[in-house]
């Protein structure tokens, strides 16, 4: 992320995406970005759900991917959601919260528990637009009103992006 070992140059870089740097031990390091949990749309002036929690809480990939191992029931998503399982709960036990690689809270620190989070999943999985590509296909999102990703597949794609603001 950083490209540099240089703890100074780190807190600059930090400093620029609003990252507060956190460093204990010896040379480990903790970024914290607080930000809302929903923003509003700069143009239509609407709000819109703006976060990660559902990416980066320690229990969002097992969770994850028991859904997706439910909807495509393929042995492969059966071991991926078996082992994210054992990799969680070890990591659960073993590593204490402030060296966890990515987790997520509240603003205030306050754990967002496994229940809320099932929540926060619950909402998107109800909301999800599902469709098979096809040859040709073009998609435009608006990044602000629209939470995008995909679910795992096999086969050759070519995908281009391209940003606009």
């Known amino acids: 992320m950083f490209q540099t070992k240089d703890k100074n140059e780190v807190e600059k870089i930090s400093k620029k995406q609003n990252f507060?740097?956190?460093?204990?031990g010896k040379d480990d390091l903790r970024l914290v970005n607080t930000t809302l949990a929903i923003r509003k749309h700069p143009e239509f002036n609407t709000s819109a759900w703006h976060n990660h929690s559902q990416v980066f809480h320690i229990d969002a990939a097992r969770k994850e991917y028991w859904r997706i191992f439910a909807r495509q029931k393929t042995i492969r998503g059966f071991l991926v959601a078996t082992t994210l399982e054992l990799l969680t709960?070890?990591?659960?036990?073993?590593?204490?919260?402030?060296?966890?690689?990515t987790h997520c809270t509240y603003g205030d620190g306050q754990e967002i528990s496994s229940i809320e989070l099932k929540q926060i999943q619950n909402t998107f999985w109800s909301n999800i637009s599902l469709f098979s590509w096809q040859d040709g296909d073009v998609l435009v999102i608006d990044n602000y009103s629209v939470s995008h990703g995909r679910h795992p597949f096999t086969g050759p794609r070519k995908i281009f992006v391209a940003w606009a603001d």
């Not at 507060?20 to 204990?24: G, H, I, L, R, S």
């Not at 709960?89 to 690689?101: M, V």
């Open 20 to 24: 507060k740097v956190e460093w204990f």
């Open 89 to 101: 709960f070890i990591k659960k036990i073993t590593t204490p919260k402030e060296y966890l690689d």
